[in-house]
């Protein structure tokens, strides 16, 4: 399934692309002063190979849960079992990602691909994520090591949740989703995020290393110190982008880097979410470099290591609004920039029809 996914994914078509220029130039508007939202709906266009692209709804966020074996070592205070007990508020709706899509009509998949603690599976729930928060039981292992000791994840385990990841997609865009959203839950999991950025870019791990839920100073020269012992150990190899994954990634983020490859091939744009996201985008990049025309930076995150891999990626963030929640409450507050960036392609009149003059 991976190399299949890989294959489906080309580059931005670029009659399509041209022809989005042409209009916004024509658009009853001056040139340029929709600013990156001019650019952004030329890209959409390109990925859907036609001018105006489609309306990017329905929006179906994907929130991909997993646990690390690294929080053994003191990276956060917060305990592994928080991780199930969110999951729990995601699927009764009390979670701030919750609040978001229901604002923006999106619907919400929770997917176990790596929790800790066993879930309790509904055996009447739904399978139409437009009902209601759902949950996928798809875990891969029950958490991942610690990457400080051994590999967090076998080569096997990181393609098994990168192909739930694709598998997600497909089953989500089937379903009709016009744009999916990226989500995560996983108490450590700006750990192996920071790894992942600090290995693919080249980037030292101490810029790459942020905070995550608000670490005192003494915990975060700790989880500087554990990224640079994990890297030390497994010197991962970024042409391998498999191996770096299995050396120090997440079982979320394989599976969020799967969804976006699974979008890439199916030509549906990918709105990214925080830290979590921008990493497992990195290797969605390194596996199909085309795949970068698929994704949509939703936000600047505070975590330092999102930054890093968005400015590696090329990819300016649509809003900065201080967001380092994750759970996909950025790519949601950023949703309506991506629909209005295409509907002014879909409904604003040109100088022609219009009547109005030009200078």
Not at 13 to 39: F, I, N, V
Not at 49 to 64: D, K, M, Y
Not at 201 to 230: F, N
Not at 289 to 301: F, L, T
């Amino acid at each position: 399934m991976l190399e299949t996914t890989i294959a489906a994914i080309g580059p931005l078509d670029e009659p399509a692309m041209a022809a989005a220029r042409d209009l916004q130039a024509r658009l009853t508007k001056p040139a340029g002063s929709l600013g990156a939202l001019e650019e952004l709906s030329v890209r959409l266009a390109g990925l859907a190979g036609a001018c105006p692209p489609p309306l990017p709804e329905p929006a179906a966020v994907a929130i991909f849960a997993g646990d690390h074996g690294v929080h053994a070592q003191g990276v956060t205070p917060w305990p592994q079992e928080v991780t199930a007990q969110m999951i729990a508020n995601f699927l009764a709706g009390g979670a701030v990602v919750n609040a978001f899509a229901r604002q923006a009509g999106a619907s919400v998949t929770v997917v176990d691909v790596g929790v800790a603690t066993p879930l309790p599976v509904d055996p009447d729930a739904t399978d139409d994520p437009a009902v209601g928060p759902r949950l996928v039981a798809a875990n891969v292992r029950r958490g991942t090591r610690d990457m400080t000791v051994t590999a967090a994840l076998t080569r096997d385990e990181a393609r098994a949740a990168l192909e739930t990841g694709i598998r997600i997609a497909g089953e989500l865009v089937d379903a009709g989703a016009g744009i999916l959203l990226t989500g995560d839950m996983g108490i450590g999991n700006t750990t192996p995020s920071a790894a992942l950025v600090a290995a693919l870019t080249g980037t030292d791990p101490a810029e790459a290393t942020g905070r995550g839920t608000g670490v005192d100073d003494e915990t975060y020269r700790r989880k500087i110190g554990v990224v640079r012992t994990a890297l030390d150990r497994h010197r991962p190899d970024p042409a391998d982008p498999l191996g770096v994954l299995a050396a120090v990634g997440g079982l979320e983020h394989a599976a969020l880097a799967g969804l976006i490859l699974g979008a890439a091939a199916r030509r549906v744009p990918v709105l990214l979410d925080g830290v979590i996201a921008a990493s497992a985008a990195l290797v969605a990049a390194a596996l199909a470099p085309d795949a970068v025309g698929a994704m949509v930076a939703g936000h600047r995150s505070a975590e330092p290591g999102a930054t890093v891999a968005l400015r590696h990626l090329g990819l300016d963030p649509l809003i900065d609004l201080g967001l380092r929640l994750g759970e996909g409450t950025g790519a949601l507050l950023a949703l309506p920039v991506v629909t209005g960036a295409v509907r002014v392609l879909h409904e604003v009149a040109t100088f022609d029809s219009a009547g109005v003059s030009e200078k």
